[in-house]
T-cell receptor
Framework: GAVVSQHPSWVICKSGTSVKIECRSL??????MFWYRQFPKQSLMLMAT?????????EQGVEKDKFLINHASLTLSTLTVTSAHPEDSSFYIC???????????FGPGTRLTVT | ELKVEQNPLFLSMQEGKNYTIYCNYS?????LYWYRQDPGKSLESLFV???NGAVKQEGRLMASLDTKARLSTLHITAAVHDLSATYFC?????????WGAGTKLIIKP
């Protein structure tokens, strides 16, 4: 079955630093990848939609200069949290849509803690 | 704007009992998904429902879709402790998923 990996699975960083999270589709090509964040006991919140070779589309209220998304290939998208603050601490989940299919496959998530 | 409502949001039940989680959505969609999430984990795909009247079953879980009523149900039969998790429904809107709030299910031995 389709597999999506994320790296790292967890990260602790200090306020003001930047953190990069990678999302890879391992056995399929993903024209579109999605980035979500999830706070404890809440549902998923879509942050942005990333299309290979073009700029990401950010949801309302998500700062594009703070959450930099790059989707340089059909198997890799990255999310960089710049100048992280404690309120950015969250569970970040990516998903990838198989080209030609409608189903999204989810990565295992990255837990970010900013101290 | 497409909205998705799940109920109940929290459900505590005894092993061996049956129960149903409901997912209502506000506008037309032709795909509905059910996911399971364990604490601290990502999402596990359970079912994809693509058409009116679709019914899918896996073990003690059965999902159905009524596109006319804009309603999907996830039915749990003879619940067991291992089914304790949070269950989300999500509706496809132009290939983006609109999520329900989730139903936290606790099954007591």
């Amino acid at each position: 079955g389709a597999v999506v990996s994320q790296h790292p699975s967890w990260v602790i960083c200090k306020s003001g630093t930047s953190v990069k999270i990678e999302c890879r589709s391992l056995d399929f090509q993903a024209t579109t990848m999605f980035w979500y964040r999830q706070f404890p006991k809440q549902s998923l919140m879509l942050m942005a939609t990333s299309n290979e070779g073009s700029k990401a589309t950010y949801e309302q209220g998500v700062e594009k200069d703070k959450f930099l998304i790059n989707h340089a290939s059909l198997t890799l998208s990255t999310l960089t949290v710049t100048s992280a603050h404690p309120e950015d601490s969250s569970f970040y989940i990516c998903s990838a849509r198989d080209t030609g299919a409608a189903h999204q496959y989810f990565g295992p998530g990255t837990r970010l803690t900013v101290t | 704007e497409l909205k998705v409502e799940q109920n109940p949001l929290f459900l505590s039940m005894q092993e061996g009992k049956n129960y149903t989680i409901y997912c209502n959505y506000s506008t037309t969609s032709d795909r509905l998904y059910w996911y399971r999430q364990d604490p601290g984990k990502s999402l596990e795909s359970l079912f994809v429902l693509l058409s009116n009247g679709a019914v899918k079953q896996e073990g003690r879980l059965m999902a159905s879709l009524d596109t006319k009523a804009r309603l999907s149900t996830l039915h749990i039969t003879a619940a067991v402790h291992d089914l304790s998790a949070t269950y989300f429904c999500a509706v496809d809107s132009n290939y983006q998923l609109i999520w329900g709030a989730g139903t936290k299910l606790i099954i007591k031995p």
